[in-house]
């Protein structure tokens, strides 16, 4: 288990039961009392738990991992993912992203499409992100116009979120929406931790006539704090080749499996 897997393990036990002792992680992770401590210690430093004598409480409301933390986990089969979904992508279309690890790796994949690569100079494909590191990474690229939205930057997933960001896209049409999720559950739809991002991401997918969930199968069957959307306003899910994705296509939604 890497330390960036115990990180989420962590934060995810102490979301359940507010408090965990050293010796109560140790044995739920199986490994040291030592490394739990100096886990701990980390995560305190981070302010995304608070220290206490012989363990750690609950510090925040949303328990989740910073970006730069999470793109080492499960990276082959986002990329998978990614490039899967980026080959859905028709020139001259108009798509929204949000924030996360495989919506990033989807950005990175439709950036490097060769198709996608105009002599004129002009725009093959328009997209909208209230993610800073997607805009980020492809305001290089000449082949693509980037509209970003306005809003208050939170550091854990680099999105824009509140009012101004959802006064962008109430001006705008998307043919596609990717949206990357913390979970997805048949009941309970597409959810994210933050309340805020999910309000964002719910407005995307509004404004979208496909609806496209990008997500590994670690997600399927999870839940998260905030929910984005319904099962039913999922038009397709494209996750890895082997994930348990068969619920879903009984509930109407296209799978594509990377």
Request: with cysteine; net charge negative; glycine share 10%.
């Amino acid at each position: 288990m890497s330390r960036y897997e115990r990180w989420n393990g962590l934060l995810s036990l102490l979301a359940g039961r507010g408090r965990l002792s050293v010796e109560e992680a140790a044995t739920e992770l199986n490994v040291s009392a030592a490394t739990i401590r100096r886990d701990f210690d980390q995560l305190a430093q981070q302010q995304m738990l608070t220290r206490t004598r012989g363990g750690a409480v609950a510090h925040t409301v949303t328990y989740d991992l910073p970006l730069r933390y999470k793109s080492a986990r499960r990276a082959s089969e986002k990329q998978r993912i990614a490039a899967v979904a980026a080959d859905l992508v028709q020139p001259g279309a108009v798509v929204g992203i949000n924030g996360g690890t495989t919506t990033t790796e989807v950005a990175r994949a439709l950036a490097t499409r060769a198709d996608l690569h105009t002599e004129t100079g002009g725009f093959a494909v328009t997209v909208v992100t209230n993610a800073l590191n997607i805009a980020g990474e492809l305001v290089v690229r000449p082949h693509i116009k980037i509209v970003l939205s306005g809003g208050v930057a939170l550091p854990q997933s680099y999105e824009l979120v509140g009012p101004l960001a959802n006064g962008v896209f109430d001006q705008v049409t998307l043919d596609m929406a990717f949206l990357g999720v913390s979970g997805l559950d048949v009941e309970r739809g597409a959810t994210c931790a933050n309340e805020e991002e999910a309000s964002i991401n719910r407005q995307m997918s509004v404004r979208a006539e496909r609806v496209v969930v990008v997500a590994d199968g670690s997600k399927l069957g999870t839940r998260a704090f905030a929910r984005i959307c319904g099962i039913g306003e999922v038009d397709m899910l494209v996750t890895d080749a082997d994930a348990d994705a068969g619920p879903y296509e009984e509930a109407g939604v296209k799978v594509v499996r990377a």
